[in-house]
């Protein structure tokens, strides 16, 4: 496998009612702020917005699935929430390669994602390693 500088993926998900509560139920998350009712409607959000930590996980899937792909083995990840992810929002992650470092199969990438619409939800970092990358 060769990957190089500038390589990108990318992977979209629209995100449903039955995710958000999928995903609170396995997290044990259960912030009023993801659930309809008045806590999620008082707040700066008017509403209920998708786990950070789920739409996040599209970035695991694009690595994983995609770019380097299956067998990729997470080393770090930063996550910037820019902006909230509403159910029915489709986001898109896409991750980018910034550097490649061949002697210990290493990958530095950018990892973005955004709405539909074009708002950034999420900037970040990741640092992966794959072991087919070793002195590519």
């Known amino acids: 496998m060769k990957i190089n500088i500038g390589d990108q993926a990318s992977l979209s998900k629209i995100f449903t009612e039955n995710d958000v509560r ?10 009023p702020l993801h659930e309809a009712g008045t806590i999620s409607n008082e707040s700066i959000f008017k509403g209920p917005i998708v786990h950070g930590q789920l739409v996040a996980a599209l970035i695991s899937a694009v690595l994983g699935g995609k770019l380097p792909g299956p067998g990729t083995i997470y080393l770090s990840q930063t996550l910037k929430f820019v902006a909230p ?5 489709e986001v898109t992650a896409t991750v980018k390669v910034l550097k ?14 955004v709405k539909s619409d074009g708002t950034l939800v999420i900037d970040g970092d990741a640092v992966v390693m794959h072991p087919s990358l070793k002195d590519q």
């Open 22 to 31: 999928t995903f609170a139920k396995i997290s044990l998350d259960r912030n």
């Open 85 to 89: 992810v509403f159910i029915d929002d």
């Open 100 to 113: 490649v470092r061949e002697s210990k199969g290493i990958v530095n990438l950018s990892t973005l994602c």
